[in-house]
């Protein structure tokens, strides 16, 4: 995570793959995304917002599963999870948060279906819609799949989220980034400990 900005204007804050970050001071939340997804999550009440930036650890899925049960949507609901509590600790309840997502581009040359299954800009697509469906989070605005990378800009002063398309020139050096982001991924996944809360 960098920040940026002159003095007099809104910090702007740059996050990077599996970081996050929540705020209700005058700032902008950046990021790079490619196959990786972008929620950027928000509560008009309080002027706050949140964003995280994740890929699943699957390059493939079969389309057959619900998502909740693998292994790889377990790692997008820590994404996830991580970013809500850390809004919910500024104040927020899961009631008032509002999305906009944005992400998801088939980029690590995966464009097609095989079979039964669905790669990896097509599963991260399915994945945030589908779980902000079950946690009742409304999306405002989405912009997913494609074939093209996003610059995101997440503006607390308006809660506008200001994207702008990446040219192809720059496809293959974002490819790689997503590679990396989804190689942390499979990492962090095998390396978090497994813990059970009773309710």
């Not at 927020?92 to 088939?106: C, E, Q």
């Not at 464009?111 to 039964?116: D, H, P, R, T």
Request: net charge positive.
């Amino acid at each position: 995570m960098k920040t940026d900005g002159p003095e007099g204007t809104p910090r702007r804050v740059t996050i990077f793959p599996s970081e996050y970050y929540s705020t209700t001071g005058r700032e902008v939340i950046s990021t790079l995304v490619g196959s990786c997804v972008a929620a950027c999550l928000y509560d008009p009440k309080l002027n706050l917002i949140g964003m995280n930036h994740f890929m699943l650890s699957n390059t493939r899925y079969s389309q057959t599963l619900p998502m909740h049960i693998s292994e790889a949507g377990r790692y997008g609901v820590h994404a996830m999870e991580l970013l809500i509590n850390d809004m919910m600790a500024k104040g927020t309840n899961r009631s008032r948060l509002r999305a906009k997502v944005f992400g998801g581009a088939s980029i690590l040359g995966d464009q097609e279906k095989v079979g039964n299954f669905s790669c990896v800009g097509e599963v991260n697509c399915r994945f945030i819609r589908e779980y902000l469906a079950q946690e009742k989070i409304p999306i405002d605005a989405e912009d997913l799949g494609g074939c093209f990378g996003r610059v995101i800009n997440f503006s607390n002063g308006d809660f506008y989220v200001y994207r702008r398309k990446i040219d192809t020139a720059r496809s293959w050096a974002l490819a790689q980034n997503d590679r990396e982001c989804w190689r942390q991924a499979v990492v962090s996944q095998k390396e978090a400990p497994v813990k059970v809360e009773l309710w």
